[in-house]
């Protein structure tokens, strides 16, 4: 019987175990990818916003966690693919077939791309379909290429682009685009790109590349065939919730719902970071929110711990 198993090791989970360590909480972290860091291996932005710590991207900043994750003691599992969880029961099973009981839970697991769900989102993966503007746009020079989405991620690697592309597309389905005011003003200024609002992209074209995409504009209008060389998807994200949806409370959306000290409505379970944090998702709120829950378990379990 371990004190606290935490499922997912990006911020949000590694600083939940770390400071479940700090109060003397036995802590098991269960991982389902190869490596831990969540979304930071995604971010090719440097970041700015984490309070006394600038890091060129989110890899660079994992490495100033894993310095401190790797001399705390908790036991961490990667490549540990769960498949189902208890959360009355406080038991998690495991697709090797190993059940795993603890007296807290925390649900750590983050959230995902949201997938458009047109034929060849996912046959052009590596072959014309752009992960992010800031890591791969020199690939991308010299080609057309189309971004779906209107938000401030979309707006944002559409104006990056621009650097390198001759044409940039972006598609979005409302009338106007969500993106704060500061990138839709350097938007505007921005001759090669050309805004489809109100239009969807209904499918993704090539052979053994992107060629070209296909939009499907309101108001009976006939899809239309656009060339490009490169598409890039920011449509938002969704919680990992799947595992654990239908036993505790989510909003409309899926992301599990919390008080303030992280509790969901099953005694005992936890969440933390982007999962249970849909309006302020960010690296610095994880890591405080690992903090509560820690702190919180340790009350409840009436540790003493060392900094209590
Ligand atoms: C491009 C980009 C740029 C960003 N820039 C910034 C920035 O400048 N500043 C900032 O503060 N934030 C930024 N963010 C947001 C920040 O990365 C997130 O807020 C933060 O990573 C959330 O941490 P988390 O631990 O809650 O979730 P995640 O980082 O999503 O980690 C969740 C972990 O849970 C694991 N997991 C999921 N399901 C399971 C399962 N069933 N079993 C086991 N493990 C599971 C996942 O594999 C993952 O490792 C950016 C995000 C992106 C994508």
Not at 165 to 174: A, D, F, I, N, S
Not at 209 to 215: L, P, Q, S
Not at 232 to 260: A, K
Request: net charge negative; with cysteine.
């Amino acid at each position: 019987m371990l004190d606290v198993i935490i499922i997912g090791a990006g911020p949000a989970g590694l600083s939940t175990a770390f400071w479940c360590d700090e109060l003397g909480l036995d802590a098991l972290v269960l991982e389902e990818a190869e490596n831990v860091g969540g979304q930071l291996h995604r971010v090719y932005n440097p970041i700015y916003n984490y309070l006394g710590l600038k890091a060129g991207n989110g890899a660079e900043l994992l490495e100033h966690f894993a310095a401190d994750v790797n001399s705390a003691e908790f036991d961490l599992w990667t490549q540990t693919s769960i498949s189902s969880v208890d959360l009355k029961a406080k038991r998690v099973s495991l697709a090797s077939g190993e059940d795993l009981q603890s007296i807290a839970l925390v649900i750590a697991t983050g959230v995902r791309p949201r997938e458009l769900g047109v034929p060849g989102e996912k046959e052009f993966i590596g072959k014309g379909m752009i992960e992010s503007a800031a890591r791969d746009r020199d690939l991308f020079a010299g080609e057309d290429v189309c971004v779906v989405g209107g938000g401030d991620a979309a707006v944002e690697n559409a104006l990056l682009l621009t650097d390198v592309c001759p044409t940039v597309t972006l598609v979005h389905r409302g009338k106007k685009l969500r993106a704060r005011r500061e990138f839709t003003e350097q938007l505007q200024t921005m001759h090669c790109i050309t805004v489809f609002p109100e239009s969807v992209l209904t499918r993704i074209i090539g052979d053994d590349h992107v060629e070209a995409v296909e939009i499907k504009r309101k108001q009976g209008l006939k899809p239309f065939q656009l060339a490009v060389r490169g598409v890039l998807i920011r449509i938002g994200v969704e919680p990992n919730t799947d595992l654990i949806r239908d036993q505790l409370e989510t909003d409309q959306n899926g992301y599990v719902v919390v008080n303030s000290q992280q509790e969901t409505n099953v005694p005992m379970v936890f969440a933390v970071g982007d999962v249970s944090n849909p309006l302020a998702p960010t690296i610095s709120g994880a890591t405080g929110a690992g903090a509560t829950a820690a702190k919180v378990i340790a009350s409840r379990l009436n540790t003493p711990g060392r900094t209590l």
